[in-house]
C-alpha cells in the first residue's frame, strides 16, 4: 500500500518560516490532487492548501498569503513552504493525495503526520 512520508515539523518562533515536505514511499501510476491539512489539539482536522496535478492551487482563508504549496510530479513530492507563522498555526500536518493504481483503480493516501509548534 501507498504511503505518504512527510519531513520538515518542528518548533519555530512566531514569525518564523518551515518548509515541510511528504514524498510518496512507492511508485504510483499517477496522482492527481495533494493536499495538506492540519489538526490542533481539540479541533477538527481541517483543510489548509490543495493543488492538483494541472490546475491552480487553493487555500484556506486562515493561512493564504502566508503559506504556499508546491508540487514535484517527477518526484511524487508536495512541499508547504509556511511564512510569518502564528502560534495558532501549531497542529499536526498531514499530506494526503488522492491516487490511481491504474487507470480505473482509484485510492487516497495519507502521511503519518508531523508536528509543527509555533512560539510566541
Known amino acids: 500500500q501507498v504511503q505518504l512520508v512527510e519531513s520538515g515539523g518542528g518548533l519555530v518562533q512566531a514569525g518564523g518560516s518551515l518548509r515541510l515536505s511528504c514524498a510518496a514511499s512507492?511508485?504510483?501510476?499517477?496522482?492527481?490532487?495533494m493536499r495538506w491539512y492540519r489538526q490542533a489539539p481539540g479541533k477538527q482536522r481541517e483543510l489548509v492548501a490543495a493543488i492538483p496535478s494541472g490546475g491552480r492551487a487553493r487555500y484556506s482563508d486562515s493561512v493564504k498569503g502566508r503559506f504556499t504549496i508546491s508540487r514535484d510530479n517527477a518526484k511524487n513530492t508536495v512541499f508547504l513552504q509556511m511564512n510569518s507563522l502564528k502560534p495558532e498555526d501549531t497542529a499536526v500536518y498531514y499530506c494526503n493525495a488522492d491516487i490511481q493504481n491504474s487507470d480505473f483503480d482509484f485510492d487516497e493516501a495519507w502521511g503519518q503526520g508531523t508536528q509543527v509548534t509555533v512560539s510566541s
Open positions: 512507492a511508485r504510483i501510476f499517477r496522482i492527481n490532487t
